[in-house]
Nanobody, 126 residues
Framework: QVQLVESGGGLLQAGGSLRLSCAAS????????LSWFRQAPGKEREFVAA????????RYADSVQGRFTISRDNAKNTMYLQMNSLKPEDTAVYYC???????????????????WGQGTQVTVSS
Protein backbone atom coordinates (compact mmCIF):
# COMPACT_ATOMS: atom_id res chain seq x y z
CA GLN A 1 0.00 0.00 0.00
CA VAL A 2 1.44 3.33 -1.06
CA GLN A 3 1.25 6.25 1.32
CA LEU A 4 1.99 9.85 0.42
CA VAL A 5 2.55 12.26 3.29
CA GLU A 6 2.78 15.99 2.76
CA SER A 7 4.55 18.33 5.17
CA GLY A 8 5.83 21.88 5.34
CA GLY A 9 2.60 23.83 5.29
CA GLY A 10 1.99 26.76 7.57
CA LEU A 11 0.81 30.31 8.09
CA LEU A 12 2.80 33.18 6.68
CA GLN A 13 2.52 36.68 5.26
CA ALA A 14 2.28 37.57 1.62
CA GLY A 15 5.63 37.67 -0.11
CA GLY A 16 7.07 34.87 1.97
CA SER A 17 8.33 31.43 0.99
CA LEU A 18 7.59 27.85 1.95
CA ARG A 19 8.86 24.48 0.85
CA LEU A 20 6.43 21.60 0.84
CA SER A 21 7.56 17.98 0.88
CA CYS A 22 5.78 14.82 -0.17
CA ALA A 23 7.30 11.61 1.14
CA ALA A 24 6.26 8.26 -0.27
CA SER A 25 6.34 4.92 1.50
CA UNK A 26 5.22 1.43 0.65
CA UNK A 27 6.92 1.32 -2.72
CA UNK A 28 9.30 3.34 -4.81
CA UNK A 29 7.65 5.99 -6.98
CA UNK A 30 10.71 6.55 -9.16
CA UNK A 31 8.73 5.56 -12.28
CA UNK A 32 5.70 7.68 -11.42
CA UNK A 33 4.96 11.22 -12.44
CA LEU A 34 4.29 13.32 -9.36
CA SER A 35 2.17 16.41 -9.01
CA TRP A 36 0.88 19.01 -6.62
CA PHE A 37 -2.74 20.09 -6.51
CA ARG A 38 -4.47 22.51 -4.20
CA GLN A 39 -7.99 23.10 -3.01
CA ALA A 40 -9.29 26.29 -1.45
CA PRO A 41 -12.53 26.38 0.56
CA GLY A 42 -15.56 26.19 -1.69
CA LYS A 43 -13.47 25.58 -4.81
CA GLU A 44 -12.56 22.58 -6.89
CA ARG A 45 -9.19 20.91 -6.60
CA GLU A 46 -6.84 22.55 -9.08
CA PHE A 47 -3.57 21.56 -10.68
CA VAL A 48 -0.45 23.36 -9.47
CA ALA A 49 2.64 21.60 -10.83
CA ALA A 50 3.84 18.26 -12.16
CA UNK A 51 7.14 16.51 -12.77
CA UNK A 52 7.95 13.43 -14.84
CA UNK A 53 9.41 10.27 -13.36
CA UNK A 54 12.94 11.33 -14.30
CA UNK A 55 12.54 14.95 -13.28
CA UNK A 56 13.42 15.96 -16.81
CA UNK A 57 10.18 17.77 -17.55
CA UNK A 58 7.88 19.91 -15.48
CA ARG A 59 4.59 21.69 -15.96
CA TYR A 60 3.03 24.53 -14.00
CA ALA A 61 -0.29 26.22 -13.71
CA ASP A 62 -0.20 29.75 -15.12
CA SER A 63 -1.03 31.13 -11.69
CA VAL A 64 2.19 29.81 -10.14
CA GLN A 65 4.58 29.87 -13.10
CA GLY A 66 7.76 31.71 -12.14
CA ARG A 67 7.00 31.59 -8.41
CA PHE A 68 6.82 27.86 -7.64
CA THR A 69 9.38 25.17 -8.43
CA ILE A 70 8.68 21.45 -8.34
CA SER A 71 11.48 18.94 -7.86
CA ARG A 72 12.03 15.37 -6.76
CA ASP A 73 14.67 13.16 -5.21
CA ASN A 74 14.04 9.58 -6.29
CA ALA A 75 16.71 8.28 -3.94
CA LYS A 76 14.65 9.66 -1.06
CA ASN A 77 11.28 8.84 -2.64
CA THR A 78 10.35 12.46 -2.01
CA MET A 79 8.98 15.39 -4.00
CA TYR A 80 9.18 19.07 -3.18
CA LEU A 81 7.40 22.30 -4.00
CA GLN A 82 9.34 25.48 -3.40
CA MET A 83 6.86 28.34 -3.19
CA ASN A 84 8.14 31.91 -3.38
CA SER A 85 6.40 35.29 -3.49
CA LEU A 86 3.32 33.77 -1.94
CA LYS A 87 0.01 35.55 -2.32
CA PRO A 88 -3.23 35.33 -0.30
CA GLU A 89 -4.84 33.56 -3.26
CA ASP A 90 -2.34 30.71 -2.80
CA THR A 91 -4.13 29.82 0.43
CA ALA A 92 -5.36 26.24 0.14
CA VAL A 93 -4.80 22.68 1.20
CA TYR A 94 -1.97 21.32 -0.94
CA TYR A 95 -2.03 17.69 -2.02
CA CYS A 96 0.56 15.53 -3.70
CA UNK A 97 -0.41 12.84 -6.17
CA UNK A 98 1.27 10.05 -8.12
CA UNK A 99 0.55 8.88 -11.67
CA UNK A 100 1.90 5.50 -12.72
CA UNK A 101 2.19 6.52 -16.39
CA UNK A 102 5.24 8.59 -15.51
CA UNK A 103 4.48 11.32 -18.02
CA UNK A 104 2.70 14.65 -18.06
CA UNK A 105 0.02 13.88 -20.63
CA UNK A 106 -2.90 13.98 -18.22
CA UNK A 107 -1.21 15.84 -15.40
CA UNK A 108 -3.89 18.52 -15.04
CA UNK A 109 -6.69 16.06 -14.37
CA UNK A 110 -7.16 14.75 -10.82
CA UNK A 111 -8.83 11.60 -12.12
CA UNK A 112 -5.64 10.41 -13.77
CA UNK A 113 -3.77 9.87 -10.50
CA UNK A 114 -3.36 6.61 -8.65
CA UNK A 115 -2.36 7.81 -5.20
CA TRP A 116 -3.04 10.91 -3.12
CA GLY A 117 -1.77 12.34 0.11
CA GLN A 118 -3.94 13.78 2.89
CA GLY A 119 -2.87 17.37 2.29
CA THR A 120 -1.10 20.15 4.13
CA GLN A 121 -2.60 23.57 4.82
CA VAL A 122 -0.94 26.70 3.47
CA THR A 123 -2.37 30.01 4.64
CA VAL A 124 -1.06 33.31 3.31
CA SER A 125 -2.20 36.48 4.99
CA SER A 126 -2.23 39.89 3.34
Amino acid sequence: QVQLVESGGGLLQAGGSLRLSCAASGRTLSTYALSWFRQAPGKEREFVAAITWSGGSTRYADSVQGRFTISRDNAKNTMYLQMNSLKPEDTAVYYCAADRTGGLGASRYPGSYDYWGQGTQVTVSS
